[in-house]
């Protein structure tokens, strides 16, 4: 880990990131009970398992003093009519922001609160986003055929809780409806409680 002040390299389009510590792959097969439509995400997974999305991390201490960056990156595609997306997490360390500059693509941001309060807001390239603490987010990419890229920043001790919406899911989806963007109530979100 590096001990003086350093830089690394945001890629030009098409370039593969290099000189990032960690390089996470998420394929489909780490992303079932996700999607709702089950028989079409079997479909698609008996054809091969496709890589969904990538993290490219810079490694530094669990500290807050410090920040964790990096690049994520959702590819293009579909499960049934739902969008390709990030599994999506709260941070344990429930009260820490998040920043997301989006680089290329299009997409959205899908959020919401413990409170039962929800947002959605594209992510297009020069958009910078700013996750209040305590809003679990998923990236969605709602494009056809472009990677969503985006660099993200956030505190350094701010952790991972994904079981939460592993178990209840996010209240809101993406769907593709006549070929656009659609947001719709999950039909499967559960309430906290009624566990
Ligand atoms: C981490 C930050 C991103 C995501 C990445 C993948 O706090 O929000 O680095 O980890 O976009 O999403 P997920 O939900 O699989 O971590
Ligand atoms: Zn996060």
């Not at 055929?145 to 939460?164: K, M, N, S, V």
């Not at 006549?178 to 559960?190: A, H, L, M, Q, S």
Request: glycine share 10%; hydrophobic share 35%; charged share 25%.
């Amino acid at each position: 880990m590096q001990t003086v002040p350093f830089t690394y390299r945001i890629p030009a389009s098409g370039e593969t990131p290099a000189g990032y510590d960690r390089h996470l792959t998420r394929r489909l097969s780490s992303l079932r009970g996700f999607f709702q439509d089950g028989a079409a995400f079997e479909k698609e997974i008996s054809l091969g398992d496709t890589l969904v999305y990538e993290v490219y991390e810079i490694n530094r201490p669990e500290n807050s003093g410090e920040l964790q960056t990096g690049l994520s990156i959702v590819h293009p595609g579909l499960i049934g009519d739902e969008y390709y997306m990030t599994k999506g997490h709260f941070h344990a360390e429930l009260q820490t922001a998040e920043i997301y500059h989006c680089l290329q693509g299009e997409g959205v941001m899908v959020m919401e609160n413990m409170d039962g309060e929800w947002a959605v807001e594209e992510l297009r390239p020069g958009v910078v986003l700013y996750i209040l603490p305590g809003w679990a987010h998923r990236s969605v990419n709602t494009g056809h055929d472009e990677d969503l890229i985006t660099y993200f920043a956030y505190p350094g001790h701010a952790g991972h809780d994904y079981a939460t919406i592993e178990t209840q899911g996010f209240r809101k989806i993406m769907l593709e409806r006549d070929g656009r963007p659609c947001i719709v109530d999950n039909p499967r979100w559960v309430a906290p409680g009624s566990r």
